[in-house]
Structures are given as C-alpha cells and as structure tokens.
C-alpha cells in the first residue's frame, strides 16, 4: 500500500482500486454476513456467534493486507474514499485523482455488496433487514450505542487509520510491510468499534450494502460518510505535521 504511484496508467489504478474494494467488501462484509450469525440476548440485543467480532475483525484485517499486496502496487491500494482524501490532505496523494478513485472504489464496493446477496439469498429465510453487514446508531448498533458514540469513534478510529498508512508507507518505514501494518490496523479498529457502530471507517463500505438493505440502513448512512471523511482529513492533517 502506497500513497504514490508512480508511472502506472490511470486505467489500470482505477482497476486496482475496484478491485480491491471489491474484495473488501466481500471478505469482509461476506463473513459478517455469511460466518458470523445473529442471535438474540435475553435483552432483544443481538449478538455475533460463529466467528464473531474476532472473525469479523480479522476479516477486514486480511482484506486489506491481501488486496494491499495484491493490487496496492498499482493503485497505492486505498479501498477506502476516507482513505484517498487523507493522504490529499497529507500532501501524499494528488486532489486532482480523489474524485475518481472514489468512484472506482464506490463501484467495486457495490459490485461486492451485490455478489454477496446474490450469495446470501441462496439460504432460506435471508432478508436484508437482518442487517446485511450495514452500519448502524442507536436502536441499529449492535450494542444499542447513541449517535455521539457513533460519531467519535467512527472520525476518531478513521483518523487512527490514515495515520498509520502515512508513516507504513513513509520513505524511513521499513519496506514491505505497510500491508501488514494496514491489516493490523483496521483489525485493531474493529475490534473497538464493532459494538458501537458495526465498524466503517470507510464510506464505500458503508453506502454499499445499504444500497442493498435501504430502510433504515439507508437511513443511517450519511453519518458513515461524513464521520469517516472527517477522520481521514484529521488524520491527514495530523500527518502532515508530524512528517519530517
């Protein structure tokens, strides 16, 4: 994963960035949804069985080690809107490419939400309204936690995020392991903020399987756009001085 991309064509940047994205949303939301069952508390609240928050978490950790390592020397492997707007912010990343990066990620994220309900609704009884993997505040976080939580540990956990990716991938940082240091991250970040909010820190992520569930999912979505946006610009701002 790198912020620069040297001489690669525009086409085929935009291919990694789909990919990758695709392959995000299907590792990682694909073992929300098809390796991590809900079940009812004695409370009403559900909870994750099968892998469970762990699973999940580590999921989206390998996601984005193995597309970083797969793709990322084309693209810079961002997968994440929030992503490309830090390292804009950063200075590590050009403004002019923010806008279609995000709509390559956006598209591939889509296309994985789709081929996971196309996989899902192969089980009796799937409905979308089980959550599909959506974000959520509220009577729609897995631990029932308020907007205000929702909103802090989403701007502070995406910030989090662009922090590491500017120094994993800093001309002093050891060379090769960005990826890993990535996936380790958002694994970390996961395993914080799947009660409170089922995790963003990406709007890709986020509008994708809501597109699908609409409702209330729908619904909730602006916050998991905005909230990611925000940290990633305060990520990137931080960088920015922190930098030699």
Sequence with gaps: MRATTGTVSTTRRLGAELVGTFW???AGCGTAVLAATATAQAD???????????????????AVTTAAYGVGHLSGGHFNPAVSVGLAVAGRFSWRDVPAYVAAQLVGAVLGAGVLLAVASGRPGFTTADGFATNGFGDRSPQQYGLLAALVVEV????????????????RAPKG???LAIGLTLTLI??????????????????????????????????????????????????SRLRP
């Design 24 to 26: 995000l949303v299907v």
């Design 156 to 171: 502070v956990l995406t910030a989090v995020f662009v922090l590491v990716i500017v120094g994993a991938t800093g001309e």
């Design 177 to 179: 392991f960005a990826p």
């Design 44 to 62: 009403g609240r559900p909870v994750l069985v099968g892998v469970g928050y762990l699973g999940v978490a580590l999921a989206f950790g390998l």
């Design 190 to 239: 996961h395993l914080v903020s799947i009660p409170v909010t089922n995790t963003s820190v990406n709007p890709a992520r986020s509008i994708a399987p809501a597109l699908f569930a609409g409702g209330a999912a729908l619904g909730q979505v602006w916050l998991f756009v905005l909230a990611p946006l925000a940290g990633g610009v305060l990520g990137g701002l931080v960088a």
